[in-house]
C-alpha cells in the first residue's frame, strides 16, 4: 500500500465552516496534488506543489487553499464551507520525473468524503 | 495541451471473460508516459499498468495488458480472465514527459463484472 494518508475520510459539517483536510506521505515525494471527485465521476486538479513553499492552482476553480511547509505535509482549507463543496477530496503524491528515479506514478489517499449541509 | 479520451462511459462483462477498455489521446510530444489507474467502489485508487511511449513493447502485468497504438494516439486496456475483484472505476492517463508533469486524465469507465 502507499505510504500516503488523509483525513478525516468522512465529514458532515454545516455551512459556513471553516475545514482543513489534511493529507501526508512519508515517501519523501516532491510533488503532491490535491484532486476534487463527485462519486464514480471524473477527477478535477484543483491544487499541486512541486516542493517546498510552492503551490499552484489547478485546472477547476476551487475557492479552497493549500499550503506546503514541509515536504510531507499538503494541506487544504475552506474558510467558509458551502453545499457546493460537497464532495471527495483526493490527495496523490509523485516522484519528479526530473530527479532520475521518478516513474510518473501517483500515489492516491484514500481520500475524505466533505457533505456539507 | 494534452486531451485523453475514454468513450464508453460502462461497461459490464461475465466473469472470467475479456474485456477491453478503449482511450484516445491527443499530443503533440514524441515522449510521454500513460497509465491506466483503477478505483474500486469506496476505495483506493491504484495503477493497474503504464506504458512508455518510446517502448514499442506492450506492457502487460499478469491478467492486465495494454495495446499500445503511438502512430492512433490509442491505449487501450485489456483485462483477461475477469474477477469480480475487477469491478471497479478504470481510468486512463497521460504525463508528458516535458513540462509540469501535471498527469490528465480520462473521464473513467465504470467496469462490472458480473457473477
Known amino acids: 500500500e502507499a505510504d500516503i494518508y488523509q483525513t478525516p475520510r468522512y465529514l458532515v459539517i454545516g455551512t459556513g465552516k471553516k475545514i482543513t483536510l489534511e493529507c501526508s506521505q512519508t515517501?519523501?515525494?516532491?510533488?503532491m496534488y490535491w484532486y476534487q471527485q463527485d462519486p464514480g465521476m471524473e477527477l478535477h486538479l484543483i491544487h499541486y506543489?512541486?516542493?517546498?513553499?510552492?503551490?499552484e492552482k489547478g485546472d477547476l476553480s476551487s475557492e479552497s487553499t493549500v499550503s506546503r511547509i514541509r515536504t510531507e505535509h499538503f494541506p487544504l482549507t475552506l474558510e467558509s464551507a458551502r453545499p457546493s463543496h460537497t464532495s471527495q477530496y483526493l490527495c496523490?503524491?509523485?516522484?519528479?520525473?526530473?530527479?532520475?528515479?521518478?516513474?510518473?506514478?501517483?500515489?492516491f489517499g484514500e481520500g475524505s468524503r466533505l457533505t456539507v449541509l | 495541451a494534452q486531451t485523453v479520451t475514454q468513450s464508453q462511459p460502462e461497461m459490464s462483462v461475465q466473469e472470467a471473460e475479456t474485456v477491453t477498455l478503449s482511450c484516445t489521446y491527443d499530443?503533440?510530444?514524441?515522449?510521454?508516459?500513460l497509465f491506466w489507474y483503477k478505483q474500486p467502489p469506496s476505495r483506493q485508487m491504484i495503477l493497474v499498468i503504464r506504458?512508455?511511449?518510446?517502448?514499442?513493447q506492450n506492457a502487460t502485468e499478469n491478467r492486465f495488458s495494454v495495446n499500445f497504438q503511438k502512430a492512433a494516439k490509442s491505449f487501450s486496456l485489456k483485462i483477461s480472465d475477469s474477477q469480480l475483484g475487477d469491478t471497479a472505476m478504470y481510468f486512463c492517463?497521460?504525463?508528458?514527459?516535458?513540462?509540469?508533469?501535471?498527469?490528465?486524465f480520462g473521464t473513467g469507465t465504470r467496469l462490472t463484472i458480473i457473477p
Open positions: 496523490a503524491s509523485s516522484e519528479s520525473l526530473g530527479a532520475g528515479v521518478g516513474t510518473g506514478e501517483l500515489f
Open positions: 499530443t503533440s510530444e514524441n515522449n510521454y508516459y
Open positions: 506504458q512508455e511511449a518510446y517502448k514499442q
Open positions: 515517501m519523501g515525494h516532491d510533488k
Open positions: 492517463a497521460f504525463l508528458g514527459h516535458f513540462g509540469n508533469e501535471k498527469l490528465t
Open positions: 506543489s512541486y516542493g517546498v513553499n510552492s503551490t
